[in-house]
Nanobody, 121 residues
Framework: QVQLVESGGGLVQAGGSLRLSCAAS????????MGWFRQAPGKVREFVAA????????YYADSVKGRFTISRDNAKNTVYLQMNSLKPEDTAVYYC??????????????WGQGTQVTVSS
């Protein structure tokens, strides 16, 4: 089991930037794909971005493509989500996720506790 702890959320004005971090511990972090989901009030949790085990492949939801960048530092057991040009519709609780497989987030094995991102207009 991988334990995940997110940080970096907060309140930002539209057009601003935030960087989320997710620190992992426990099972071998470097063997698995990682990613981010988000859940706005009254909505289902949705996929935001994913990165494979070595950082060689990344995937994004259409709604964030070109604005968000996912990256990982396997030496630090940490995955990041750089969020630029934020919009009010990006407001949500953001969850870090660890896959059970190296290449994709099709099988999430662990979730973080979530960090709130609020974008004001």
């Amino acid at each position: 089991q991988v334990q995940l702890v997110e940080s970096g959320g907060g309140l930002v004005q539209a057009g601003g930037s935030l960087r989320l971090s997710c620190a992992a511990s426990g099972r071998t972090f470097t063997s698995y794909a990682m990613g981010w989901f988000r859940q706005a009030p009254g909505k289902v949790r949705e996929f935001v971005a994913a990165i494979n085990w070595d950082g060689g492949s990344t995937y994004y939801a259409d709604s964030v493509k070109g604005r968000f960048t996912i990256s990982r530092d396997n030496a630090k057991n940490t995955v990041y989500l750089q969020m630029n040009s934020l919009k009010p519709e990006d407001t949500a609780v953001y969850y870090c996720a660890c896959s059970r497989v190296p290449q994709s987030l099709t099988a999430v094995g662990s979730w973080g506790q979530g960090t709130q991102v609020t974008v004001s207009s």
